[in-house]
């Protein structure tokens, strides 16, 4: 990691004698120009696919969660647009933009001292934005709709607030270990993909660094 760094560092310092404003999003946008231009795609597979692939799986779950409590309810089809937007949508556009614009830049920048920090935070990013949150927003949402189209009897959240926990629980029993299985699931894939990130371009800037010693040398 530290040959990595001094690549950077190398980097930083010919854009810097080229550029008296250097700033960041100069460099991240000198980065992506050459990952965007790498001719082997498959090097740089990670860096580009992987973000959207976080949020198809964060759409997946975002859906599993909020059928079953729709199922449970007995929602048919009311609110289903409404509430699928923020609890489907909302995780499958956040999850991947979140990625790319925290830990991929911090790859691309060599903002981090600790790689397997950087992927343990974008798993437990990844798990909060596509399991947590719609398994929070889910329930309550689904509980609106069942008291506002009369599908399901619910007791009064304000008059009986044990009870609705009671409910809340006993819905939520037969998702359990799915659930668990998901958080695993998504947590894991970004802790992958952060990893195959960092390894990729870790050996595209080593070959752009070699290609660049060898044409200095000429």
Known sequence: MDFFLKIQEKKKRKIHEEDDDFSKEKILRLQYDIIDKWKDTSETFYLTKGPPNLGILGALSGIFVHNHYRKKLKLGTYGRATSYLPIVVLPAIVAPMVHKMVFQAKILLGEYKCSLCVQMKAGLTQAALAVVYPGVLAPFASFMYATRHFTYRLPSITQNPREVFTLWSKLS?????????????NYFAAQFLTYKELKDF?????????RTTALEAL
Do not use: C, F, R, W
């Not at 029993?173 to 699931?185: D, F, N, Q, S």
């Open 173 to 185: 029993k037969p998702i359990v270990k799915p659930v668990i299985g998901l958080l695993l699931a």
């Open 202 to 210: 870790h050996s595209i800037m080593t070959k752009l660094d070699q």
